[in-house]
Structure formats: structure tokens, C-alpha cells
């Protein structure tokens, strides 16, 4: 049988209650609202998101919870900047991880305009621009730009 | 495995070229490959962690990849970190497909510009090699460009490009500056069965569309249906010699650690700049104390690895910057030789590139990452609003930039890690920031209103050429002009580690054209060929 949803959240990514809130304050710490771009936060990096990104990256779990685990219960910007110069590795797993949640976030895609990697199809009978404005003439008038080897060394 | 006529050690870009001529040729050939073959399906171009995988599982750094085929790399005295793939495919799994070639000046650049040395060879009697490598490879662009000597037309006509790609060709054309559609061995139609190239800007993480002409896509097929045999998971840590100084096989651990030999009659080296100069090193005997062919001690030196920067120009026009081929959209040669009054010597080849995804403008490619309202900024101006010059600046030959063999570090199989010494030249810095000055000006006279320079990455060692050069004095050099070492008769290095200059330019043509090259002279001369 499926556990009641909250239950399910609560566990998200195998962090207790207490060390979600911490991990969504450093989150909008870092990734704060920013015109039409939501926070971490709001955009859900502390859930799915996040859990999916420690798939990504299994590498980065255990030192993940290590450096969450030694953040105070409310990081702030000083937090971060103490991070940095201290412990520069920690702040990189930290920033990764949750900058690689946001960015898979369709809100977060949609605030961007950022529609993912997309497989395009080649329009074969387009000619570009530069071909048919002559571009490319111009280049060649210019004439040859490359240098020959002295005779006397071939 | 009996004795075969040709070992091949590694199967990248050199290796498979050798191995399907050999095989085509009639030539009972093995490759043994340390890393795997790697299933298309496996790469994450098309998922949302594209980017978080890069930067780990598909990074394009051994050191931190750290693959169970890979070996670790001691860098701590190198200024860049080279980088590799290996596996099936060698390199050419991950690199950007950028197919520029050599220009006729960089086969005699002591003779026209008074540094390092000439090339044994012209690129006059390189061009047909070249010209069947791009039809092998798949390779796009446009004959006619005035950087080059006239020549066939590329099998396949120019990849597209995004509109500001346009008006940087405007742009160049006001300034009276070079620029062309840019050389890239990925398939910009349907080519020997291979899809075409689906502009998903994804390429340097392996392309899942098989349009890029990476050597597990473009000759490992056919050199096994010829009748090639490629084992992998072979990690050679000797090249063995018999008592008259010829190769007689290889050591090697297999994948599951059991220690085998294969004999041949001829070895052939393809294991790229740094994995050519340790198997060499590693090789030394009573009858080579310094190394297999170490005659000219110059093996593992001069290591070169092209010093790379970058310009980014940020637009006001909104398009889909992360798009495209990775790759190079056009290219330009407007500052490829040395200047009147420069204070540097040679020159740099500017590719025009997609600036990818939002993670990697976040973590700042090549600068350092931001966070808070300068990270949302940052993203926000960038990402859909940028296009990115990046400059590949010639590196002149230095004796002390050398590949070594640590005394500690180990791989897996317990064989001696390579060790980097490598500082980027005060040539190189300068040749860099002028470069950087002038892609800039190239950016604003195209519309950008902000350029971001980062004149030098650190991460960037995609080329490993030099480190057993070419020549025909056995005393400066460690290969004949045919990759044939001067000191053991049946022994070939075809890599980049021939390089006797490194160029300004991506090296794949032109390591392709030799290996083609080199093999056609051995299957020439197969009847007078010295045997162990």
C-alpha cells in the first residue's frame, strides 16, 4: 500500500524534517527570487527535484548531507560566504546540486525560456543568410590569407 | 589470440583509421582498447541532467570522471588539465567534431617565423589525406575559403547556423576580417548511415544520434566487419622487445585483472599524447634503459596542449543560445599567422560556439560560479541572449613541458601513473589576450553589448600532441615522417604525440590524415617490413 503523500515528501530525498527547512533556507540563499524567476524554494527544489538530481549525481550524496549537515539551522549569506572561504568543496556540492534541481524545474524552464535541449530537425532547403546575401564573396575577394613555406624548405 | 600482423593500441580517432585501412588492406589486425564500448543510448544529451552528469559521469577530465577505464593523471605541476575519453571511440566520443586543418604555415614554422622546428612534411603532401579523411569522417563546410590551399569540396554541405552567426559573418565582412562556415565532422544530411545532425548542442557529451563523427560511429564498424579484432577492457602496461630491438606485442591486463600478452609483427601506438609517451616509458629494458625509443630522450617531451580562452558576447536579441552543433558554427583565420607588430609569434584559429545550458552558465564555464541575485542575473542576461568565440592559440614546443612517470600514483592494474609538467608559455598568454581583444571587437561590431573574457581555462587539455615527435634526425626526434621509430623497426606511433608543432588549430583532421597516412606507407612497404 502507498504511504499518504506528505509522508512520502517528508522523506524526499531521505532528509528528516529539520534538514529539508535547512536545505530550502541555504537553497533561497542561493538561489534567491529574482524578477520573474522564482526561489529555490518556491520552485520545489527541496523535493522531487532535488531527489532527482541526487540520482543524477550519486556521487555527491554522502558529502551532501555531510555540508548540510554542518550548516546552522538558518543559513544566511554570511553562512555561504563563511562556506566559501572555508570550505570551498562544500559550497560546490551544495551549489551543484541544488542549481541542477532548479534548472530542471518547468517553472523555473519557463520563467528562463529554456525549452531543454531539443532535437531539431535540419531544414535541407534553406540556404543561410550568408550564403544568399553573397557574404561568402566577400571573404573570397579578399583573396587568399594563408602563407606558403619558402620554396627553398619544400 | 595468434600472432597478427599489426597490434593497435587504443581505438580513438588514429587507432580506427589504421585499423580499418589495415583490414581493408588485407592485414590480420588487433586493437586492444583499455576502456568499453559505449551503447549511444547511455548519453544524456536529450535528458534534464544533462549538465549534472557532465559534470561527473561524462566529464570530459579523467581525474575527476574516474572511470573504471581510466587512469588517474598527476597534475599538480601542470597549468591545464588534459583531458580524454577512453573507451571505443577513443577521444572522439567527447570532442566538439571542430575539423579545421593545419594550414600549409604550420609545417614550417621555424623556417618563416624563427621558432621551434619544421614539420618533415608539407601540407602539400598531406591534402589527400585529408581530403579522404573528411569523406570517411562525415565531415561538413564549404570548399573555397581563402585560409586554405584549393581543394575538394567537404562531402557535406554546412551545418546551420543560429542568425547572430550572420551578423558576426557581417560583422567580419565590415571589418574586412576573415570568417567561414565552420569544418565539423558531423553529418549535416543522412551519410552512410548515419542520422544527421539533430542541432542539439549537446555533441562534447557523446551524441545519441550517431551524427557525429566519432570512430565507434564512423570506422569500428566496418574495421570489424573486415575482420579487426578489438578487445577492450585491455589496459596494455609494456610493449615488449626481443634481443635485436624489435617489439614483439604487448602486456597487458585484461578485464578481469589477469595479466596476458599479445604478439604481432608490427605495433602501432594510438594511444593518444600522454597514454603513447607512459607506455614508452614504461617499456624500458635492459636493451632501452630510458624508455622504448627514448633514444633522443624526447620521449614524453614537448608536450603541447593548446592554451584555450574564450569570448562570450551577450545580445539583446533573444534566440535559442544553447542549440546548435558543439561545433563550431563558422570559424575564423584573421589572425592565424604571426603579426607585423605583435609581441608574440603564430597565431589562433577562433571557432563561433553555442554557450550551452542554464547549469553551466550558472557554474561559469571557465570562471567561477555565482550565487544569489548575481547567479539569476548572470543566467538571465546570458542564457537565450549569448554566442561564444573560442580561441585555440598555437603552443609552442618547450622540452620541460613533459609527460613523466610518477614515482607514487598508480592506476587500478597498480602501473605507474603519468605525471604533467606543463606552464603555459608567456608567448602563449600574450598570443591569448591579443586574440581576446580582438574576438571582443568581433562581438561588439556584430551587436553584442557586453563581452565576458576568460583568457585562459584551466580545464581545457583536449589536445595531447608532441610527446614523441616526428623528424628524420634520430637524434632530435623519436619517429620517422612515417611514425616509424628511429630506434625499433616495427614500431609506429600514430597519435597526436607525432606532432612536431601543435598548430593553432583542433588537431582530429590532421591526426586522422596522418594515421591514414602512416598506415598506407607501412602497407607499401609491408614486403620489407623487419619482423621480431
Known amino acids: ?154 | 589470440m595468434s600472432r597478427p600482423d599489426v597490434l593497435i593500441i587504443g581505438a580513438g580517432a588514429s587507432g580506427a583509421v589504421a585499423a580499418k585501412r589495415l583490414a581493408e588492406g588485407g592485414f590480420d589486425v588487433v586493437c586492444l582498447e583499455q576502456g568499453q564500448r559505449t551503447d549511444p543510448g547511455a548519453y544524456r544529451g536529450a535528458y534534464p541532467d544533462w549538465e549534472l552528469t557532465g559534470l561527473k559521469q561524462w566529464n570530459w577530465d579523467p581525474n575527476v570522471r574516474q572511470a573504471d577505464a581510466d587512469y588517474p593523471v598527476e597534475v599538480s605541476e601542470s597549468d591545464i588539465d588534459p583531458l580524454m575519453f577512453n573507451g571505443v571511440g577513443g577521444s572522439t566520443v567527447q570532442f566538439a567534431a571542430q575539423w579545421p586543418r593545419l594550414a600549409p604555415s604550420d609545417f614550417h614554422v621555424r623556417s618563416l617565423d624563427g621558432v621551434a622546428d619544421d614539420w618533415p612534411l608539407t601540407y602539400e603532401e598531406l591534402q589527400p589525406y585529408y581530403e579522404r579523411s573528411d569523406v570517411d569522417f562525415g565531415v561538413s563546410g564549404m570548399g573555397g575559403d581563402p585560409a586554405y590551399p584549393p581543394g575538394a569540396e567537404p562531402p557535406l554541405p554546412p551545418l546551420p547556423v543560429p542568425d547572430v552567426a550572420n551578423e558576426i559573418a557581417r560583422a567580419h565582412n565590415r571589418l574586412g576580417w576573415h570568417w567561414w562556415p565552420g569544418y565539423n565532422a558531423i553529418a549535416s544530411r543522412s551519410y552512410r548511415g548515419r542520422r544527421p545532425c539533430v542541432q542539439r548542442g549537446t555533441c562534447a557529451w557523446g551524441c545519441g544520434e550517431g551524427a557525429k563523427g566519432s570512430t565507434d560511429q564512423t570506422h569500428w564498424p566496418d574495421a570489424e566487419r573486415l575482420g579487426v579484432k578489438l578487445a577492450t577492457g585491455a589496459r596494455v602496461y609494456e610493449i615488449t622487445v626481443n634481443g635485436r630491438g624489435l617489439a614483439t606485442g604487448a602486456a597487458y591486463v585484461d578485464h578481469e585483472g589477469v595479466h596476458r600478452h599479445q604478439e604481432a609483427s608490427v605495433v602501432m601506438l594510438a594511444a593518444n599524447g600522454i597514454g603513447t609517451p607512459r607506455l614508452l616509458l614504461l617499456s624500458s629494458s635492459a636493451h632501452f634503459p630510458d624508455g622504448l625509443a627514448n633514444r633522443s630522450g624526447l620521449v614524453g617531451k614537448r608536450l603541447m596542449m593548446h592554451p584555450f580562452g574564450t569570448v562570450i558576447g551577450l545580445f539583446d536579441r533573444r534566440w535559442a543560445s544553447w542549440q546548435g552543433h558543439w561545433g563550431q558554427s563558422l570559424q575564423s583565420m584573421q589572425f592565424y599567422e604571426t603579426g607585423p607588430s605583435a609581441d608574440f609569434v603564430r597565431g589562433a584559429k577562433w571557432g563561433l560556439q553555442p554557450t550551452g545550458g542554464p547549469l553551466g552558465v550558472a557554474m561559469g564555464f571557465g570562471g567561477d560560479p555565482v550565487w544569489g541575485e548575481e547567479l539569476q542575473e548572470r543566467v538571465s542576461k546570458s542564457l537565450g541572449h549569448s554566442i561564444m568565440w573560442g580561441i585555440i592559440g598555437e603552443d609552442l614546443p618547450d622540452e620541460s613541458n613533459a609527460v613523466t612517470l610518477d614515482s607514487e600514483l598508480v592506476d587500478s592494474d597498480g602501473v605507474r601513473a603519468p605525471r604533467i609538467h606543463y606552464r603555459v608559455s608567456g608567448n602563449s598568454t600574450r598570443l591569448l589576450e591579443f586574440h581576446a581583444e580582438r574576438a571582443s571587437e568581433s562581438l561588439i561590431e556584430a551587436g553584442a553589448y557586453e563581452t565576458i573574457v576568460t583568457p585562459q581555462v584551466r580545464g581545457t587539455g583536449w589536445h595531447l600532441l608532441g610527446t614523441a615527435r616526428m623528424g628524420d634526425d634520430p637524434e632530435s626526434s623519436v619517429v620517422d615522417r612515417w611514425g616509424r621509430a628511429h630506434d625499433v623497426g616495427n614500431l609506429f606511433v600514430i597519435d597526436g604525440s607525432l606532432f612536431v608543432t601543435s598548430g593553432g588549430v583542433n588537431p582530429t583532421a590532421t591526426i586522422s590524415a596522418l594515421a591514414l597516412r602512416a598506415t598506407e606507407h607501412l602497407i607499401s612497404r609491408r614486403k620489407g617490413q623487419a619482423t621480431p
Request: hydrophobic residues 40%; without cysteine; glycine residues 8%.
Open chain 1, 1 to 154: 500500500m502507498r504511504a499518504p503523500r506528505r509522508a512520502e515528501e517528508a522523506k524526499a530525498g531521505g532528509f528528516a524534517e529539520e534538514e529539508r527547512s535547512r536545505i530550502a533556507t541555504v537553497a533561497d540563499v542561493l538561489i534567491p527570487a529574482w524578477g520573474n524567476l522564482p526561489s529555490a524554494s518556491t520552485a520545489g527544489v527541496v523535493g522531487s527535484l532535488l531527489e532527482k538530481a541526487l540520482r543524477a549525481r550519486p556521487d555527491l550524496a554522502e558529502s551532501f548531507a555531510r555540508s548540510v549537515a554542518n550548516l546552522p539551522e538558518t543559513p544566511t549569506s554570511e553562512t555561504v560566504q563563511d562556506l566559501i572561504e572555508r570550505d570551498y568543496e562544500s559550497y560546490l556540492t551544495i551549489l551543484t546540486l541544488l542549481l541542477g534541481a532548479y534548472y530542471m524545474s518547468d517553472a523555473v524552464k519557463g520563467a528562463l525560456g529554456y525549452s531543454g535541449q531539443e532535437a531539431l530537425r535540419i531544414d535541407v532547403g534553406a540556404l543561410p543568410a550568408y550564403y544568399e546575401e553573397g557574404l561568402l564573396e566577400e571573404v573570397s575577394k579578399r583573396g587568399p590569407i594563408y602563407r606558403q613555406a619558402p620554396a627553398d624548405t619544400i
